[in-house]
């Protein structure tokens, strides 16, 4: 069975840094590619970023610069590591298998950034 | 950057009518679409791929259409259990792309 479990998240100030984990299971991080996925409470879906099998990193404009996606494969985990956290960074993160759709999900982590 | 316009953003339709979301995108993306329901509380689930394509599992009711910039997903037989909002997305480049959601109630 294919799984994906994310911890790390919780209430954080703004400008705080937190990292965020997805364990794997079911298949390798190194051989497929991942994405990170947040919804903010109440709203729609927005796609962060995505880690290809290669290599190749490719984030959405509002967290680049800020976030940074990297994986181990020994730990078969691929991490979120989130810097100068904004209040509209808010949100359930999920990550997800990603073959051009996501599937599966997470069950996603919550990330509050608020004073 | 490719826009995702999803329409509407809320129906209510009666058990047993015919519901029909669409999802044009600001570029062609070929058959690159894929569309999600996602109910109250739950992670999204993947419904229908490559545009048309149904997702093993995924009720038959559900079908997808289009290609280029408009794309629709129709339930034939709306029932209680299809509540939910639904999402579409592309896939063309790297940088996924969502749509604004369309929730669907019952009347």
């Known amino acids: 069975e294919l799984q994906l479990v994310e911890t790390g998240g919780g209430v954080i100030q703004p400008g705080g840094s937190l990292r965020l984990s997805c364990e794997v299971s079911?298949?390798?991080?190194?051989?497929?590619?991942l994405s990170w996925v947040r919804q903010t409470p109440g709203k729609g879906l927005e796609w962060v970023s995505v880690?290809?099998?290669?290599?190749?990193?490719f984030y959405s404009d509002s967290v680049k610069g800020r976030f940074t996606v990297s994986r181990d494969s020994a730990k078969n985990t691929l991490f979120l590591q989130m810097n100068n956290l904004r209040g509209d960074d808010t949100a359930v993160y999920y990550c997800?298998?990603?073959?051009?759709?996501?599937?599966?999900w997470g069950q996603g982590t919550l990330v509050t950034v608020s004073s | 950057d490719i826009q995702m316009t999803q329409s509407p953003s809320s129906l209510s339709a009666s058990v047993g009518d015919r519901v029909t979301i669409t999802c044009r995108t600001s570029?062609?993306?070929?058959?690159?679409l894929i569309w999600y329901q996602q109910k109250p509380g739950k992670v999204p689930k993947l419904l229908i791929y490559?545009?048309?394509t149904l997702q093993s599992g995924v009720p038959s009711r559900f079908s997808g259409s289009g290609s280029g910039t408009d794309f629709s997903l129709t339930i034939s037989s709306l029932q209680p259990e299809d509540v939910a909002t639904y999402y579409c997305?592309?896939?063309?480049?790297?940088?996924?792309?969502f749509g604004g959601g369309t929730t669907v109630e019952i009347k």
């Open positions: 997800a298998k990603d073959q051009g759709w996501f599937d599966p």
């Open positions: 079911g298949f390798t991080v190194s051989s497929n590619h």
């Open positions: 880690l290809y099998s290669g290599g190749s990193i």
């Open positions: 570029q062609g993306i070929s058959n690159s």
């Open positions: 490559g545009a048309s």
């Open positions: 997305q592309e896939h063309k480049t790297s940088l996924r792309t």
